[in-house]
């Protein structure tokens, strides 16, 4: 488990940095824009903001107040004053280096700030998840037990497969965070569905005790 947790994050962050070394600064603002009026069609205006405000309170709390994004923008990109002390070097990289690795580190913090939207976005969901989640469990042991009754078959496949089937779900919304294009907030219903079918299999076709 812990060997899983190890590569998922490592899998996460390998994509953070592509992203930022693959992806220009205006793609993320064009696909933040699309993204931004999915969700106002969908979910309507105010949900929209609603996200947006939890997404920049987090954002300024981790990065913004701590300085963390000032710090990072200033160990990369020097201040004016400090490339005139630099003799022989006060034009070096103003027109090609320093742009560049604005606009990569501009992709860095936009991708984790459109990390922070996405996530407030599946958390708005929660409420459905649990509406749908619930009835399938009941209904998976209430299918349990008719199998223990009447001695049905119960598939080890199915068991284990729709258990799979909720860990893969889960993994595909956690690396969701940073896909580096649209995602339409209807994927976030569709995963609690399917999550609560892939449960509803699950412990239907949990193994009967003897």
Not at 92 to 119: A, I, N, W
Not at 126 to 133: E, G, N, R, Y
Not at 175 to 185: D, E, N, V
Request: one cysteine or more; aromatic letters at 14%.
């Amino acid at each position: 488990m812990t060997k899983s947790l190890i590569v998922t994050l490592i899998l996460w962050v390998a994509e953070v940095f592509l992203i930022a070394v693959l992806v220009s600064d205006q793609w993320l603002t064009n696909m933040q824009d699309a993204e931004d009026r999915m969700i106002i069609e969908y979910m309507g205006a105010d949900n929209d903001r609603r996200i947006r405000d939890e997404a920049n309170a987090v954002f300024n709390v981790l990065l913004v107040e701590t300085g963390i994004q000032r710090n990072v923008y200033h160990f990369f990109i020097p201040t004016v004053a400090e490339r005139e002390k630099s003799v022989g070097f006060e034009h070096f990289g103003q027109t090609d280096y320093f742009p560049l690795v604005q606009s990569k580190l501009d992709v860095l913090f936009g991708t984790f700030y459109q990390s922070l939207r996405r996530f407030f976005l599946l958390m708005s969901w929660w409420p459905f998840l649990i509406a749908v989640v619930i009835p399938s469990v009941v209904d998976g042991l209430v299918q349990r037990k008719i199998k223990q009754s009447n001695f049905d078959y119960s598939s080890p496949l199915a068991h284990r497969y729709s258990f799979y089937a909720v860990i893969g779900i889960v993994y595909l919304l956690l690396l969701g965070l940073t896909f580096p294009f649209p995602i339409p907030p209807q994927a976030m219903p569709m995963a609690c569905v399917g999550i609560a079918f892939a449960m509803n299999v699950y412990f239907a076709h949990t193994q009967k005790r003897v």
